[in-house]
């Protein structure tokens, strides 16, 4: 009988233990899929204006940027209440991701067209102490961001389509260019009433080439 209790208790102890393992493991998914470059491929973004370039400067200071551009509706239905509120037609957005052996202290963003609105949103671990525009866009971080873990989401607004160029993540005394990030270019968001001119402009042509090829 002193057997089987023994038994008994033993299997409850492995059963206990077990479950403790499951959850141990579920959270920690939980926890790697929170800290995932959620920006790299969102579907929501612009087309072809989503994705994550590598930084390494050959001495400890790399990891990955990530990066989005979205219209500031679709930011708002992902992100919205997250601390950053849009305040143009475009929201640009990046999130470092720091697996090097330095601390991360600054990310910069090379711009040269109008932007606005420079901000953060809790998607990360180490949210921006101060955010400026000078025009760069610059984000400081104090506590700096440390190794394996991201910044919050980092964002600025702008009516500019965007084009590629250029970001400078920092440490202290040293940094790292990045290349083919997207920044605000010359080149404004045409305004509905444009829009629509070139829609029904587009329309007359092809009923045009509809009514040539049918006489």
């Known amino acids: 009988m002193e057997t089987l209790v023994m038994s008994v208790n033993r299997n409850k102890s492995l059963i206990a233990f077990s479950c403790v393992i499951a959850l141990a493991v579920s959270l920690s998914g939980l926890a ?5 470059g959620v920006l790299d491929g969102h579907v929501d973004a612009l087309p072809g204006w989503t994705g994550s370039v590598a930084f390494d400067n050959g001495v400890g200071l790399n990891g990955t940027l990530d990066f989005a551009v979205f219209t500031a509706a679709d930011f708002n239905s992902n992100y919205a209440g997250l601390g950053y509120a849009p305040g143009d037609a475009l929201v640009y957005t990046y999130q ?3 697996t090097g052996d330095h601390f991360v202290s600054a ?6 067209n109008p932007a606005n609105t420079i901000g953060s949103f809790d998607i990360g671990d180490v949210d921006a ?13 104090s506590p700096s961001i440390p190794t394996g873990e991201s910044s919050f989401g980092l964002a600025f607004s702008s009516p500019q389509l965007p084009v ?6 920092i440490n202290s005394g040293t940094s790292s260019l990045s290349t083919d990030i997207p920044t605000p270019g010359p080149d404004s968001i045409p305004e509905p009433a444009s829009l629509a001119l070139l829609a029904m402009g587009l329309g007359a042509m092809w009923v045009g080439r509809r009514r040539r090829a049918c006489s």
């Open 164 to 169: 590629s160029g250029v970001s400078l993540t």
């Open 129 to 141: 102490s101060s955010a400026s525009l000078t025009p760069n866009a610059e984000w400081l971080f």
């Open 107 to 112: 990310e910069i963003i090379g711009i040269s």
């Open 32 to 36: 790697s899929q929170s800290n995932a």
């Open 96 to 98: 470092v991701n720091n």
